[in-house]
């Protein structure tokens, strides 16, 4: 009679047998997705034209150009310091954030839809990508412009560097906050991108670009005070001009501007968003 030792036992599973295989972390995962949507787009965006990267700075030089040029034709010296290009640059870089980035994250959907069939690249993944990228590039961009403006006439004044990272961490958080807004809106009404574009083609002329708040009118002053952006060209400035001090800025109006349509579109995406990449 054989012992009842040696038969093999199949109540216990042999080692390793059952265990749950180790799983990567949600957060490895997205940082991929994330990374990868971002090479993605620095390829097919910028590698496939002549200039490349060239073009994000040759661009708003231009602008910049182009205003410091037409003002100084009118007016013997700006309404700040003795630098047109650095007055006008100081504002403008500003708007071209905001509508730069409420753009780009605005069309993330439709830009990485073929992506986000993917069960590993979600709708997310494609905004933080576009933001992560976008707003890199266009800090970067900002500081070349500014410094080069700088160094181009000899300008020596110490910057205030809170108020200058302050401005423009502001501004891309209230580019994201639309932005998100956005990308519900071009997708369920296509109609919008065009409205967008009307609604943010006379910011230069609303936002402080060419007259600062204190040298508008008084009426002027009492309704545009309410634009976000006159508020964040401000602080730009108050970084840039030591004696400069614009008492009517506001962070916590900008923020609620921030907010507002940030926690807006990312209730209407996060409900909607498998409907709108079907579209």
């Not at 990567?24 to 993605?40: F, K, M, Q, T, V």
């Not at 007016?75 to 870089?93: A, D, I, W």
């Not at 976000?228 to 030591?242: A, S």
Request: positive net charge; aromatic residues 12%.
């Amino acid at each position: 009679m054989s012992d009842s030792n040696s038969i093999p036992s199949f109540a216990e599973p042999p080692p390793g047998h059952g265990r749950a295989l180790p799983r990567r972390p949600i957060e490895s995962l997205a940082l991929r997705s994330i990374i990868a949507l971002i090479l993605r787009e620095m390829t097919t965006r910028f590698g496939r034209r002549p200039g490349g990267y060239a073009w994000a700075i040759l661009q708003p030089l231009f602008l910049i150009i182009i205003l410091g040029t037409a003002w100084s034709l009118l007016m013997r010296t700006p309404s700040l310091g003795t630098s047109f290009l650095l007055y006008k640059g100081t504002g403008l870089l500003i708007v071209l954030t905001f509508t730069n980035i409420g753009s780009v994250i605005g069309q993330g959907l439709s830009y990485s839809k073929s992506l986000l069939f993917y069960p590993g690249v979600t709708w997310v993944d494609a905004l933080l990508a576009r933001f992560v990228l976008n707003g890199l590039l266009l800090c970067f961009t900002t500081f070349i412009i500014l410094a080069g403006i700088m160094s181009y006439e000899g300008i020596r004044t110490p910057l205030d560097w809170p108020k200058v990272l302050l401005a423009m961490g502001l501004t891309l958080a209230l580019g994201a906050g639309m932005g998100v807004l956005n990308c519900y809106l071009f997708s369920r009404i296509p109609v919008y991108s065009n409205i967008w574009r009307i609604l943010t083609a006379p910011l230069t002329i609303i936002s402080g670009v060419i007259i600062h708040y204190e040298a508008m009118p008084e009426l002027a002053q009492r309704y545009l005070w309410y634009n976000p952006l006159l508020h964040l060209t401000g602080i730009m400035r108050d970084g840039f001009y030591p004696l400069y001090r614009p008492d009517y800025i506001s962070i916590s109006y900008v923020m609620l501007w921030i907010m507002v349509p940030m926690v807006l579109g990312l209730l209407l995406v996060r409900k909607y968003n498998k409907d709108l990449i079907n579209r």
